[in-house]
């Protein structure tokens, strides 16, 4: 690696000084040899040279192997928390099962905390300037797409209440019309639905794609440096 070849070239230049400053000293010994005592003390030197080298590169090896890992976990549960969104239907959805909204809404949210642990991790070893800028249009368009569904959600919760507030409100005679009126209701939610979030994906994809490329050339010049 670069930097090592630096340091080693520096080890060279401190030896060749230290050879020359006791050159006298070696001299009067009688031969240009050093004693067993000189040759310690270079040994010495040059071993301490050895292990900061050593702890400079594990350490810089460390740090690149965090800033590896950061970024690749990122733009996992970058993905994670996307796919969860998208990967939201309500169809199945009916009087019986209607708690299923409450457990979409707990994997949106932990998909979200998820996400937001990943990027702390992301925003203290990753240094790039091109992708931080990507990631705040990025994470805004993707909010705005969760708060979406989230909103959806609500609506359908209401929906429900509707439609408990009918079977004990109306007549019976009145509650298949009433219901039907409903079930429209219900379809037209879902169909906004699904219509907003083509297009907010629409939107999102290309920068997704974006941010794929970004993140891997990243990755490409961490590999150079190591």
């Given at each position: 690696?670069?930097?090592?070849?630096?340091?080693?070239?520096?080890?060279?230049?401190?030896?060749?000084?230290y050879?020359a400053?006791?050159?006298?000293?070696?001299?009067?010994?009688?031969?240009?040899?050093a004693?067993k005592?000189?040759?310690?003390?270079?040994t010495?030197l040059v071993?301490?040279?050895?292990n900061?080298?050593?702890?400079?590169?594990?350490?810089?090896?460390s740090?690149?192997?965090?800033?590896?890992?950061?970024?690749?976990?990122?733009?996992?549960?970058?993905?994670?928390?996307l796919?969860?969104?998208?990967?939201?239907?309500?169809g199945?959805?009916n009087e019986?099962?209607?708690?299923?909204?409450?457990?979409?809404?707990?994997?949106?949210?932990?998909?979200?905390?998820?996400y937001e642990?990943?990027?702390?991790?992301?925003?203290?070893?990753?240094?790039?300037?091109e992708i931080?800028?990507?990631?705040?249009e990025?994470?805004?368009?993707?909010?705005?797409?969760?708060?979406?569904?989230?909103?959806?959600?609500?609506?359908?919760?209401y929906?429900?209440?509707?439609?408990?507030?009918?079977?004990?409100?109306?007549?019976?005679?009145?509650?298949v019309?009433?219901?039907?009126?409903?079930?429209?209701?219900?379809?037209?939610?879902?169909k906004?639905?699904?219509?907003?979030?083509?297009?907010?994906?629409?939107?999102?994809?290309?920068?997704d794609?974006?941010?794929?490329?970004?993140?891997?050339?990243?990755?490409?010049?961490?590999?150079?440096?190591?």
């Amino acid at each position: 690696m670069e930097i090592a070849q630096i340091i080693l070239e520096i080890i060279l230049v401190i030896i060749g000084l230290y050879l020359a400053l006791f050159k006298s000293y070696f001299q009067e010994k009688g031969k240009n040899l050093a004693t067993k005592e000189d040759i310690q003390d270079i040994t010495k030197l040059v071993e301490t040279v050895k292990n900061q080298i050593h702890f400079t590169t594990q350490s810089k090896l460390s740090l690149k192997t965090e800033e590896r890992n950061a970024l690749v976990n990122h733009y996992e549960k970058y993905n994670y928390w996307l796919n969860t969104i998208l990967d939201t239907y309500f169809g199945g959805i009916n009087e019986e099962n209607k708690e299923k909204l409450k457990d979409y809404e707990h994997r949106l949210n932990d998909a979200k905390f998820k996400y937001e642990i990943a990027d702390g991790r992301k925003e203290v070893f990753v240094n790039n300037e091109e992708i931080d800028e990507l990631l705040k249009e990025l994470k805004i368009k993707t909010l705005e797409l969760q708060h979406m569904i989230e909103k959806k959600i609500g609506e359908l919760e209401y929906w429900f209440f509707e439609v408990e507030s009918m079977r004990s409100t109306t007549p019976l005679d009145q509650q298949v019309a009433k219901y039907k009126e409903l079930l429209e209701k219900k379809t037209n939610i879902l169909k906004e639905m699904n219509a907003e979030r083509l297009e907010r994906y629409k939107e999102i994809a290309p920068k997704d794609k974006e941010f794929q490329i970004l993140v891997y050339n990243h990755l490409q010049n961490i590999i150079k440096e190591e």
